[in-house]
């Protein structure tokens, strides 16, 4: 039959059990706004009972474990939603600086340098030989050249920019999941030897967080030691401690530095998907590349055009008219070299305002003028204007659909983050609840250790008789 001493035990038990429980609901409390961090609470069981003769008697409580209120599967979505999350976000980040850019409509922007540059021609339509006007068409096409080197040089070194942004991530991603791999061997070193690893799993956990936005990324645990594997665009990066990294290759592509990201194992280059990674390199490696293709086109077109008309007509020399034909306006290939020739640039009589070379005629300067209206691009359905005012109309069309998708992907990840956080989250009523509970069990049960103890006493007194 249990003695005294056992009714000591139990109670001993209690006030133990109850104590770790005023503990770990002050260190949910505590952490209340620790980032990454997951409820726990203590799960109670009854210690082994005593088999005697007279029946079975209980014993008392231990403490079975302290879980964390965490669902994998809430995870994976979490992380999931992420992924678009962080692609979208740099996206629009990247499309709202190229509108910056290119500031459109503006009185600033390339569209108004043609614009200013086709109405200088129409006014030496009307006055030819007149050398101010010359002047003013010349400064105005050197502006027009200059505007497109400088919209070509803007959006080349938001591509260079872009290289060092992904080689930032790549840093950033490797550091992660080097910290992910020390876990890994923490967590499983501790809970090998049957103790919680809590705190060290909401640590892991939130570097997947930020890892999800970064990247295209999975993680699935080994219910047999705790560890975490970790792949990326469907290779595995992390398993338990061995930790591989994503390695960046410099190549020099047309005069042009090329940043790739390469499996370390198959030395092959990553196929990203998603992520802020996959945001800077879509940047990089489609939209820029297609707005400068859309401006090279532009200026070609319109030094081939111009200078077909321009080199039909003739100019001043020494205030008389002159048969200086054959003489291009404008010289290079494309936006970044369009420039004018050192004969214009040089003298503005050079100028091909006539057709016959007569003084007073002004047809040349027509047709000149009349470029602005014809349609040259696009399957001759377009005019330079038109052409341009489609690029900025396209690009701002694409921005707009993707800030209204960042928009509704921040409402799904904030709303599955929502509604993880009423799962693991720290609520501070239920904790007070938790706590008045733990802290009357705790009297309670030093109520009977302090009974058992008066009772002791007694059996002590008796035995001295």
């Given at each position: 039959?249990?003695?005294?001493?056992?009714?000591?035990?139990?109670?001993?038990?209690g006030l133990?059990a109850?104590?770790?429980?005023?503990?770990?609901?002050?260190?949910n409390?505590s952490?209340?706004?620790?980032?990454?961090?997951?409820?726990?609470?203590?799960i109670?069981?009854?210690?082994k009972?005593?088999?005697?003769?007279?029946g079975?008697?209980?014993?008392?409580?231990?403490?079975?474990k302290?879980?964390r209120?965490?669902?994998a599967?809430?995870?994976?979505?979490?992380?999931?939603e992420?992924?678009?999350?962080?692609?979208?976000?740099?996206?629009?980040?990247?499309?709202?600086?190229?509108?910056?850019?290119?500031n459109?409509?503006?009185?600033?922007?390339?569209?108004n340098?043609?614009?200013?540059?086709?109405?200088?021609?129409?006014?030496?339509?009307?006055?030819?030989?007149?050398?101010?006007?010359?002047?003013?068409?010349?400064?105005?096409?050197?502006a027009?050249?200059?505007?497109?080197?400088?919209?070509?040089?803007?959006?080349?070194?938001?591509?260079?920019?872009?290289n060092?942004?992904?080689?930032?991530?790549?840093s950033?991603?490797?550091?992660?999941?080097?910290?992910?791999?020390?876990?890994?061997l923490?967590?499983?070193?501790?809970?090998a030897?049957?103790?919680?690893?809590?705190?060290l799993r909401?640590?892991?956990?939130?570097?997947?967080d930020?890892?999800?936005r970064?990247?295209?990324?999975?993680?699935?645990?080994?219910p047999?030691?705790?560890?975490?594997t970790?792949?990326?665009a469907?290779?595995?990066?992390?398993?338990?401690?061995?930790?591989?990294?994503l390695e960046?290759?410099?190549?020099?592509?047309e005069?042009?530095?090329?940043?790739?990201?390469?499996?370390?194992?198959?030395r092959?280059?990553?196929k990203?998907?998603?992520?802020k990674l996959?945001?800077?390199?879509?940047?990089?490696d489609?939209?820029?590349?297609?707005?400068?293709?859309?401006?090279?086109?532009?200026?070609s077109?319109?030094?081939?055009?111009?200078?077909?008309?321009?080199?039909?007509?003739?100019?001043?020399k020494?205030?008389?008219?002159?048969?200086?034909?054959?003489?291009?306006?404008?010289?290079?290939t494309?936006?970044q070299?369009?420039?004018?020739?050192?004969?214009?640039?040089?003298?503005?009589?050079?100028?091909?305002?006539?057709?016959?070379?007569a003084?007073g005629?002004?047809?040349?300067?027509?047709?000149?003028?009349?470029?602005?209206?014809?349609?040259v691009?696009?399957?001759?359905?377009?005019?330079?204007?038109?052409?341009y005012?489609?690029l900025?109309?396209?690009?701002?069309?694409?921005?707009?659909?993707?800030q209204?998708?960042?928009?509704n992907?921040?409402r799904?990840?904030?709303?599955?983050?929502?509604?993880?956080?009423?799962?693991?989250?720290v609520?501070?009523?239920?904790?007070?609840?938790?706590m008045?509970?733990?802290?009357?069990?705790?009297?309670?049960?030093?109520?009977?250790?302090?009974?058992?103890?008066?009772?002791l006493?007694?059996?002590?007194?008796?035995?001295?008789?």
């Amino acid at each position: 039959m249990p003695t005294l001493q056992n009714a000591l035990f139990i109670g001993l038990s209690g006030l133990r059990a109850n104590q770790q429980g005023l503990n770990v609901t002050g260190h949910n409390v505590s952490n209340v706004n620790t980032e990454g961090y997951t409820r726990q609470k203590i799960i109670l069981e009854s210690n082994k009972p005593l088999k005697v003769k007279e029946g079975i008697f209980g014993t008392g409580v231990n403490v079975s474990k302290i879980a964390r209120f965490r669902d994998a599967f809430i995870d994976r979505q979490v992380r999931a939603e992420n992924h678009l999350l962080g692609d979208l976000e740099k996206q629009a980040e990247s499309m709202q600086l190229i509108e910056g850019l290119l500031n459109e409509p503006s009185d600033l922007g390339l569209h108004n340098a043609i614009k200013n540059f086709f109405n200088s021609l129409q006014d030496l339509t009307t006055n030819p030989e007149s050398s101010s006007v010359r002047t003013t068409v010349r400064e105005q096409g050197r502006a027009l050249a200059r505007m497109f080197n400088q919209t070509w040089s803007q959006l080349e070194r938001i591509s260079e920019n872009k290289n060092f942004e992904i080689i930032d991530n790549v840093s950033k991603i490797n550091v992660i999941l080097q910290q992910v791999g020390k876990l890994n061997l923490q967590i499983a070193s501790t809970e090998a030897l049957g103790k919680e690893a809590n705190d060290l799993r909401d640590k892991r956990d939130l570097l997947l967080d930020q890892l999800s936005r970064l990247v295209d990324m999975s993680a699935n645990e080994d219910p047999a030691n705790g560890s975490m594997t970790v792949s990326i665009a469907g290779q595995s990066f992390v398993v338990i401690g061995e930790v591989n990294q994503l390695e960046i290759l410099s190549e020099n592509v047309e005069g042009k530095e090329m940043i790739k990201i390469i499996n370390p194992e198959t030395r092959s280059e990553m196929k990203i998907s998603s992520g802020k990674l996959h945001g800077m390199l879509d940047i990089r490696d489609r939209l820029i590349p297609n707005l400068k293709g859309l401006i090279d086109l532009l200026a070609s077109t319109f030094i081939e055009e111009f200078n077909q008309v321009h080199r039909q007509g003739y100019g001043l020399k020494g205030g008389r008219s002159s048969p200086q034909t054959g003489i291009d306006f404008f010289e290079g290939t494309d936006a970044q070299t369009i420039a004018l020739t050192p004969e214009i640039a040089n003298d503005p009589g050079n100028i091909a305002a006539s057709k016959s070379g007569a003084p007073g005629d002004n047809n040349n300067a027509l047709e000149m003028a009349q470029l602005r209206n014809k349609g040259v691009l696009n399957n001759d359905s377009f005019t330079f204007e038109d052409f341009y005012g489609s690029l900025v109309s396209t690009l701002g069309l694409e921005s707009e659909s993707v800030q209204s998708q960042l928009s509704n992907q921040e409402r799904v990840v904030e709303h599955v983050e929502n509604f993880r956080e009423s799962i693991i989250g720290v609520n501070l009523d239920e904790e007070l609840v938790s706590m008045i509970r733990f802290q009357k069990a705790f009297g309670a049960n030093a109520r009977v250790i302090t009974t058992v103890n008066e009772l002791l006493g007694i059996v002590v007194l008796l035995g001295k008789y």
